[in-house]
């Protein structure tokens, strides 16, 4: 029997509202949605059992157990095949459980956003050969074939998405795009939810994620946002009534509650979102759903037939509300659009979370103060009328695969190659390359920003974010 883990690390940040490391968290406590279990690990899990009955599939969570936990689960279990989805929160431990894992004799596999933007400097500084070797492949991309087909021991050359070392030389195979209808549905007993429910804040328990589409339209059509680090090529949709039916049976089975929809732009296709509203608009019992949308595809109707459906806490990803910040982050976002949508969504009853990013490109005082200013008017204007919404500020982080790690790169040459960095450090050197406010002014506007909302908030749940763990 092979004997497969698929790891999830913690990360050693802290949730630490007011420090620049709080920042890279965009965490502020009270309305706490996490844990939640990992999609990533669940569906490669799934397709693996499915195809390859004979393994046994280990889903090991960060977010559940700590550090010494999961070394304490390598060294017993004996894992054939490790495979590990690094974030650029993350790496640092991610290379630690490696190393381990390697000592105790298992292959390492990486993969997922961070590993498919570096996947050459990562096989290049810890791939066989290499003075730090415990990485053996990166797949990027889908994960959900080629990792089954790694495991079913698939001459390397032959697997589509592999990305290898031989003969100190790093190939990459084709790249194979899956169609999503095509995957199993995920099998949620691969875990233990009740792990995760007993973890949840009590107002939103019995909480789970879910993944009813893949990337989005702004990246396929135009260029992506500047910051934005997502790899997937182009939106991909699944079939609206085999997502209706999986949910159905996800409620029956384990008495779900919430769902967070994963995908990062679900309306990206409003005759999708029409039909997959239509069939959950007509049923009793409906869970909520959190989503992300973008706020330029928010009005009237759409606000409305979120509320039909039960849709309640909705991310914006509205980044900034300077007219020059915005235009910089190529979102097609403009302050209006971004206040409009919040309006709209917190007049039809809903809980609007814009995402904010300070720091971008050309960030100054003025820019800082005109975010400051709507920041402020919404949550007065929104208190007032007894609605609510929750900001989540961060600071902006050049991250790997992103437009803006590209143009730091050209600036911070020390930065090429490598495939691990202080993440504080090159927060410091894009201030000082790219912005006209230093970090710590731009840190004690996030601060008065958070305790202003805070304030104006106490009352409701709106002084809180959505990023938590
Ligand atoms: C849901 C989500 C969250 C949830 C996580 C809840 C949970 N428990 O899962 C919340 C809101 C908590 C969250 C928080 C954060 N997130 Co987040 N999140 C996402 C999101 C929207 C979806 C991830 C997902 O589940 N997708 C569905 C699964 C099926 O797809 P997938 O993960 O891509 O996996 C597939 C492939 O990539 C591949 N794959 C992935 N891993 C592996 C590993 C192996 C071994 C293999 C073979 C293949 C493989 O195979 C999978 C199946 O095809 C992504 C964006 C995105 N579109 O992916 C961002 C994303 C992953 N998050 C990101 C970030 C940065 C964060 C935060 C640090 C936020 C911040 N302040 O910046 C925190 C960190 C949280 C933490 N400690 O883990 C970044 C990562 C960037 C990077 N390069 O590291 C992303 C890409 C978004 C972005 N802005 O660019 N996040
Ligand atoms: S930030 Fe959102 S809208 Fe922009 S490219 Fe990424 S997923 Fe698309």
Same mark, same amino acid.
């Given at each position: 029997?092979?004997?497969?883990?698929?790891?999830?690390?913690?990360?050693?940040?802290?949730?630490?509202?007011?420090?620049?490391?709080?920042?890279?968290?965009?965490?502020?406590?009270?309305?706490?949605?996490?844990?939640?279990?990992?999609?990533?690990?669940?569906?490669?899990?799934?397709?693996?059992?499915?195809?390859?009955?004979?393994?046994?599939?280990?889903?090991?969570?960060?977010?559940?157990?700590?550090?010494?936990?999961?070394?304490?689960?390598?060294?017993?279990?004996?894992?054939?095949?490790?495979?590990?989805?690094?974030?650029?929160?993350?790496?640092?431990?991610?290379?630690?459980?490696?190393?381990?894992?390697?000592?105790?004799?298992?292959?390492?596999?990486?993969?997922?956003?961070?590993?498919?933007?570096?996947?050459?400097?990562?096989?290049?500084?810890?791939?066989?050969?290499?003075?730090?070797?415990?990485?053996?492949?990166?797949?990027?991309?889908?994960?959900?074939?080629?990792?089954?087909?790694?495991?079913?021991?698939?001459?390397?050359?032959?697997?589509?998405?592999?990305?290898?070392?031989?003969?100190?030389?790093?190939?990459?195979?084709?790249?194979?795009?899956?169609?999503?209808?095509?995957?199993?549905?995920?099998?949620?007993?691969?875990?233990?939810?009740?792990?995760?429910?007993?973890?949840?804040?009590?107002?939103?328990?019995?909480?789970?994620?879910?993944?009813?589409?893949?990337?989005?339209?702004?990246?396929?059509?135009?260029?992506?946002?500047?910051?934005?680090?997502?790899?997937?090529?182009?939106?991909?949709?699944?079939?609206?009534?085999?997502?209706?039916?999986?949910?159905?049976?996800?409620?029956?089975?384990?008495?779900?509650?919430?769902?967070?929809?994963?995908?990062?732009?679900?309306?990206?296709? $409003? %005759?999708?979102?029409?039909?997959?509203? !239509?069939? *959950? =608009?007509? &049923? +009793?019992?409906?869970?909520?759903?959190?989503?992300?949308?973008?706020?330029?595809?928010?009005?009237?109707?759409?606000?409305?037939?979120?509320?039909?459906?039960?849709?309640?806490?909705?991310?914006?990803?509205?980044?900034?509300?300077?007219?020059?910040?915005?235009?910089?982050?190529?979102?097609?976002?403009?302050?209006?659009?971004?206040?409009?949508?919040?309006?709209?969504?917190?007049?039809?009853?809903?809980?609007?979370?814009?995402?904010?990013?300070?720091?971008?490109?050309?960030?100054?005082?003025?820019?800082?103060?005109?975010?400051?200013?709507?920041?402020?008017?919404?949550?007065?204007?929104?208190?007032?009328?007894?609605?609510?919404?929750?900001?989540?500020?961060?600071?902006?982080?050049?991250?790997?695969?992103?437009?803006?790690?590209?143009?730091?790169?050209? $600036? %911070?040459?020390?930065?090429?190659?490598? !495939?691990? *960095? =202080?993440? &504080? +450090?090159?927060?410091?050197?894009?201030?000082?390359?790219?912005?006209?406010?230093?970090?710590?002014?731009?840190?004690?506007?996030?601060?008065?920003?958070?305790?202003?909302?805070?304030?104006?908030?106490?009352?409701?749940?709106?002084?809180?974010?959505?990023?938590?763990?």
């Amino acid at each position: 029997m092979i004997k497969i883990g698929l790891i999830t690390s913690p990360s050693s940040l802290k949730i630490n509202d007011f420090s620049i490391k709080g920042a890279i968290l965009g965490v502020e406590k009270n309305l706490k949605f996490s844990p939640l279990p990992r999609l990533w690990s669940l569906a490669l899990a799934t397709y693996l059992r499915e195809s390859l009955p004979v393994v046994k599939v280990d889903i090991i969570d960060g977010s559940l157990i700590d550090f010494q936990d999961i070394i304490y689960r390598i060294r017993n279990e004996k894992f054939d095949i490790i495979g590990l989805s690094p974030l650029v929160i993350n790496y640092k431990e991610t290379l630690k459980i490696a190393r381990f894992a390697k000592k105790c004799g298992a292959k390492i596999v990486l993969g997922g956003h961070y590993a498919t933007a570096l996947r050459r400097e990562i096989l290049q500084n810890r791939g066989p050969g290499s003075d730090d070797y415990c990485v053996d492949a990166v797949i990027q991309y889908d994960g959900e074939k080629a990792f089954y087909e790694y495991v079913a021991g698939k001459p390397s050359s032959k697997i589509n998405n592999l990305v290898y070392r031989e003969n100190n030389q790093i190939m990459e195979n084709p790249v194979e795009i899956l169609n999503l209808d095509e995957l199993p549905a995920i099998n949620y007993d691969l875990v233990n939810l009740n792990d995760y429910f007993v973890r949840q804040d009590p107002r939103f328990r019995r909480a789970i994620t879910f993944v009813s589409q893949r990337g989005c339209l702004w990246a396929e059509k135009s260029k992506r946002c500047f910051f934005c680090s997502i790899q997937d090529k182009k939106l991909r949709l699944r079939s609206p009534e085999k997502v209706f039916r999986e949910i159905k049976v996800l409620i029956k089975k384990y008495g779900i509650k919430t769902i967070h929809e994963v995908g990062d732009d679900f309306l990206g296709s $409003k %005759e999708w979102f029409g039909e997959f509203s !239509d069939y *959950f =608009s007509g &049923i +009793k019992n409906k869970p909520s759903f959190k989503i992300e949308v973008r706020p330029s595809h928010i009005d009237f109707k759409t606000a409305l037939a979120f509320k039909k459906m039960n849709i309640k806490y909705v991310t914006l990803g509205a980044e900034s509300f300077s007219e020059q910040i915005l235009s910089r982050f190529k979102k097609g976002l403009t302050p209006e659009i971004n206040k409009r949508a919040v309006f709209l969504l917190a007049e039809a009853g809903l809980f609007p979370m814009p995402n904010i990013i300070l720091g971008g490109p050309g960030e100054n005082a003025k820019t800082l103060s005109e975010t400051d200013l709507a920041i402020r008017t919404i949550s007065e204007k929104i208190s007032l009328t007894g609605g609510e919404c929750g900001f989540s500020i961060l600071i902006f982080r050049p991250d790997p695969g992103s437009l803006a790690w590209q143009e730091f790169l050209k $600036k %911070e040459t020390k930065y090429k190659g490598k !495939d691990s *960095f =202080s993440l &504080i +450090k090159s927060m410091k050197d894009w201030n000082r390359d790219f912005c006209k406010a230093d970090l710590k002014k731009i840190n004690l506007a996030r601060n008065r920003m958070i305790s202003f909302i805070r304030r104006k908030n106490r009352d409701t749940l709106a002084n809180c974010s959505d990023k938590l763990f």
